[in-house]
């Protein structure tokens, strides 16, 4: 099975509608702001927020992904590159990213060139697997609470400050 095959099927799991659009809600756009989708995948996010009105970026390291995200959403904007280093200037009220941060090396160079683009502020949105939610069969359960609690210290650690939800 391909990567977008992948894809594909995790869109058509169950609840996968309602927490794409939950985290399109987080991102508390305002009408026009635009945003930024970094690891667009195949541009699914990208075209669902611009037909929202919100101007949206898809950005991904994989020029095959950018490809069949074109070719699924010629009218949208979809560029190829790297979390490090977006090919933007800045600008964007919002900086979204689902499923990636898990696999960066460099999570933390990656929040930083999420600040750099986001205007003051801006909001970040990163979704991925709830680590929490998950079994993990450790003997070593303190160190994969740490692991498990790694991620959200990162963000914290790095200036993004944890908003409550509205709802
Ligand atoms: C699991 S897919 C998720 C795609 C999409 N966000 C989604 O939710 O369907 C992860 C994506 O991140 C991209 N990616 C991985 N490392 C990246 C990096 N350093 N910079 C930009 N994109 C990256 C991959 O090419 C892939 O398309």
Known sequence: MSMVQRLDAADALPGAVELRARTYELLRLEPGCAVIDVGCGAGLAVAELSS??????G???????????????????FLIGSAYALPVDGGFAGHRAGKVFHELADPEAALAEARRVLVP???????????????????????????????????????????????
């Open 52 to 57: 929202l009105g919100f101007p949206a970026v």
């Open 121 to 167: 502020g801006g909001r970040i949105v990163v979704s991925g697997p709830g680590w929490e939610a998950l079994v993990i069969d450790s003997s070593y359960p303190a160190l994969t609470r740490e692991i498990a609690r790694g991620f959200r210290r990162l963000l914290t650690g790095n200036g993004f400050v944890r908003c409550r939800s509205r709802a």
């Open 59 to 77: 950005v991904d390291l994989s020029a095959e992904m950018v490809e069949e995200a074109r070719r699924r959403s010629p009218d949208r904007d």
